[in-house]
């Protein structure tokens, strides 16, 4: 099992809906989780993070974290176009180490 | 300002060259990260460490090879064993406490020509 696991994608969704990214992960202990979006050719930027069971809302993104189920995923309302990217997902682990997902690639569709 | 370096930004290598990619943080960030990106691929990690003057291999570690001499620098060397060398490498820092995230480079282009 990898450690960290994500739907490969890729993911369509028309513009103005929601986009549903998930990813789990196998390191129980874990403590900190975060999404970044990558553009392509460039470098990935954070754009949530979150720390605590339960939601997190930034504008039009919530992550939401199950530790139990070990389980994160990232919600994008109002999908626009400008939303067309590779989302990442990352663990931070009990060893402090961060270890990537493969990334979901999202395209909205005008 | 604080940040993560990488350079050159476009790289250009010979078959059967070693070539040596720069990432320098002044963050003061204890682990630092190299990672090789393929079109239309995920992250893959090539070598990590947490600490001066000690590093893991990842997953991809054969073909390269990386020092850690100083907090504040990471190099990876791209030897002529790496048969397929042209890639987007980005090199990532983090502290090694709970709740940072990792901050990435502008990544490398490596061309073999």
């Known amino acids: 099992q990898k450690e960290v696991e994500q739907n490969s994608g890729p993911l369509s969704v028309p513009e103005g809906a929601i986009a549903s990214l998930n990813c789990t992960y196998s390191?129980?202990?874990?403590?900190?989780f975060f999404w970044y979006r990558q553009y392509s050719g460039k470098s990935p930027e954070l754009i949530m993070f979150?720390?605590?069971?339960g939601d997190k809302e930034d504008g039009r993104f919530t992550a939401q974290l199950n530790k139990a189920s070990q389980y994160v995923s990232l919600l994008i309302r109002d999908s626009q176009p400008s939303d067309s990217a590779t989302y990442l997902c990352a663990v931070k682990t009990s060893y402090d180490k961060v270890i990537f997902g493969p990334g979901t690639s999202l395209s909205v569709i005008p | 300002d604080g940040g993560i370096t990488q350079s050159p930004k476009y790289l250009f290598r010979k078959e059967g060259q070693n070539v040596t990619l720069s990432c320098e943080q002044n963050?003061?960030?204890?682990?630092m990260y190299w990672y090789r990106q393929d079109p239309g691929q995920g992250l893959r990690l090539i070598y990590y460490s947490q600490i001066v003057n000690d590093f893991q291999k990842g997953d991809i570690a054969e073909g390269y090879s990386v020092s850690r001499e100083k907090k504040e620098s990471f190099p990876l060397t791209v030897t002529s064993a790496q048969k397929n060398p042209t890639a987007f490498y980005l090199c990532?820092?983090?502290?090694?406490?709970?709740?940072?995230?990792?901050?990435f480079g502008q990544g490398t282009r490596l061309t073999v020509v």
């Open positions: 990532a820092s983090s502290t090694n406490r709970a709740n940072t995230e990792a901050f």
């Open positions: 963050l003061n960030h204890d682990a």
């Open positions: 390191d129980r202990g874990s403590q900190s």
């Open positions: 979150i720390y605590s069971n």
